[in-house]
Structure formats: structure tokens, C-alpha cells
Nanobody, 121 residues
Framework: QVHLVESGGGLVQAGGSLRLSCVSS????????MGWYRQAPGKQRELVAT???????NYADQVKGRFIISRDKARNTVILQMSSLKPEDTAVYYC???????????????WGRGTQVTVSS
């Protein structure tokens, strides 16, 4: 079992930056990839970015060029550096982890409780 705890959310003005962190504990040796998802009110949860243990990254089109995901394996942490934030980035951001990158038929098995990000216009 893997336990994930997010931090770093908050209120920021449009154009600003925030840095989200997610610390993992428990059976961290089972983690092959980690990611960030977000869910805005009234909308479905969507993928933001993923990173593998090997450092391969993937981003949703809406955040490319603005967000950077990185992994600190020594500290069992994944970071999401968000810049040029827009009001439409407002959502609860969730950290997720698992042995593999998710596919259409397979999702991450481990999830954090989420951290609120609010971007004001």
C-alpha cells in the first residue's frame, strides 16, 4: 500500500505560480510512475501530467509549456510547478501513483486526498 499526501495549494492571481508537492510513503518500491490529476466543480477528473521513474513526462495539452512535473525519488516526492496560471486551472489537484503509466483501461491504484488550487482573475 502507498500513502500519498499533497501540499502547496492555495489562492493565486492569474499569471502567478504555485508549486504542488506530493510525498509518498509505505510500499514506495512498487511505484513506477506518478502523476497529477485535477477536477474542477461540475467537471470530470482529468489528467494533468505524469512522470515515470526513468524521467519520461507527459502533459495535457492545456498545461504544456506552463506546468512542469518532476520526481525526487530520494525523497519519494513528485512536484508540479505551475506557472502562468489561468482561472480555468482552478480545481482540486490530486496526486496519484502506481507501477505503470495509466492507459485507457488502467488507472493509478493509489491516490491522495487532493489540494485546492484557486486562480482569481
Amino acid at each position: 500500500q502507498v500513502h500519498l499526501v499533497e501540499s502547496g495549494g492555495g489562492l493565486v492571481q492569474a499569471g502567478g505560480s504555485l508549486r504542488l508537492s506530493c510525498v509518498s510513503s509505505g510500499s514506495v518500491y512498487t511505484i513506477g510512475a506518478m502523476g497529477w490529476y485535477r477536477q474542477a466543480p461540475g467537471k470530470q477528473r482529468e489528467l494533468v501530467a505524469t512522470v515515470t521513474n526513468g524521467g519520461d513526462t507527459n502533459y495535457a495539452d492545456q498545461v504544456k509549456g506552463r506546468f512542469i512535473i518532476s520526481r525526487d525519488k530520494a525523497r519519494n516526492t513528485v512536484i508540479l510547478q505551475m506557472s502562468s496560471l489561468k482561472p480555468e486551472d482552478t480545481a482540486v489537484y490530486y496526486c496519484a501513483a502506481g507501477p505503470y503509466i495509466p492507459t485507457d483501461s488502467r488507472t493509478f491504484p493509489y491516490w491522495g486526498r487532493g489540494t485546492q488550487v484557486t486562480v482569481s482573475s
